[in-house]
C-alpha cells in the first residue's frame, strides 16, 4: 500500500528535476525582467502593505480545560499583495512557462553561449544550471 505513494512521490521530486518554471517574454534581458518584477513588486507593495493580525489559540489540558493560549501571526494581505504582483507581470506582458533542462546527450560535451535575450521558445531552447544555483538558457542549434 505504501509503495504507489513512495514511488508517486520520487516520480514528482524526479519530474521537478527536468523543467523549470519561470515568467518569461520574448525580447527580454534577465535585467529588464528582474527591473519589471521589482516595479511589480514595488507597486503591490504600495498597495498591499502587511497587515499583521494575531491570532489566540487556547492550550487545552487532558480533561478539556483552557490552560494557556499560544499565538499565530500572519499578514492578511500576502495573497492580494502576490496576486497584485502576478497581475501586474501578467499586464507587461509577462506569462508563466515551463523551460526544460538541457539533457546530457543533448549537450553531447559541445559548448554553449548564454541566450542573453528571451528567444520564441522551442525544441532547441534549453536551460542549464549554473555554479551559484541559477539558470542560464541555451540555443542548441548554435554551438561555440
Known amino acids: ?4 505513494i513512495i514511488t508517486g512521490l520520487i ?14 517574454q520574448v525580447g527580454k534581458t534577465k535585467t ?4 519589471d518584477q521589482a516595479q511589480c513588486n514595488r507597486f503591490a507593495a504600495d498597495n498591499y502593505p502587511p497587515r ?3 491570532e489566540w489559540w487556547p492550550i487545552y489540558d487532558s480533561k478539556g480545560r483552557v490552560v494557556s493560549r499560544r ?6 494581505n500576502e495573497g492580494p499583495r502576490y496576486t497584485a504582483a502576478r497581475n ?12 526544460p533542462y538541457c539533457k ?16 520564441e521558445l ?5 536551460g542549464l544550471r549554473t555554479e551559484g544555483g541559477g539558470r542560464v538558457l541555451v540555443d542548441l542549434s548554435k554551438p561555440l
Request: one cysteine or more; proline letters at 5%; glycine letters at 6%.
Open 1 to 4: 500500500m505504501k509503495h504507489p
Open 11 to 24: 516520480l514528482m521530486a524526479l519530474g521537478s528535476c527536468t523543467e523549470f518554471s519561470t515568467l518569461y
Open 32 to 35: 529588464e525582467r528582474n527591473v
Open 52 to 54: 499583521i493580525v494575531t
Open 71 to 76: 499565538a499565530e501571526q500572519y499578514d492578511t
Open 88 to 99: 501586474c507581470m501578467t499586464e507587461r506582458g509577462y506569462e508563466r512557462v515551463s523551460i
Open 104 to 119: 546530457d546527450e543533448q549537450l553531447a560535451g559541445r559548448n554553449y553561449a548564454k541566450v542573453e535575450v528571451a528567444p
Open 122 to 126: 522551442g525544441p532547441s531552447i534549453c
